[in-house]
């Protein structure tokens, strides 16, 4: 509902997501991730914070990874996660395999 009302009173030039699936039930993750997947096959930019490391590299133009609030590799999906250079993100993937 919070992402209508925003999206019908104003019109954002991008919208934030932190963690927008981590309270919700399985059912409603699906719906959350195909709501933003339609956003951004609208032209809206979206940054989205998520582990949902199948939507991100699917969806996104571009991901950034981070630890201890340290950037530590960037760039195309299909580069980043499908070939990981730094070892702390080769390590964290690794878990989802």
């Known amino acids: 509902m919070a992402i209508?009302?925003?999206l019908a009173t104003i019109k954002p030039p991008l919208i934030l997501f932190?963690?927008?699936?981590s309270a919700l039930d399985p059912e409603l993750v699906g719906e959350m991730l195909a709501t933003m997947r339609t956003l951004a096959d609208q032209g809206l930019t979206i940054i989205v914070v998520t582990h949902e490391i199948g939507f991100a590299k699917e969806a996104a133009d571009r991901v950034v990874f981070t630890d201890g609030s340290m950037v530590v590799?960037?760039?195309?999906p299909e580069e980043v996660i499908a070939n990981p250079q730094h070892p702390r993100i080769q390590a964290f993937l690794s878990s989802f395999i």
């Open 4 to 6: 209508a009302h925003a």
């Open 18 to 21: 932190d963690e927008p699936t």
């Open 73 to 76: 590799e960037q760039g195309p």
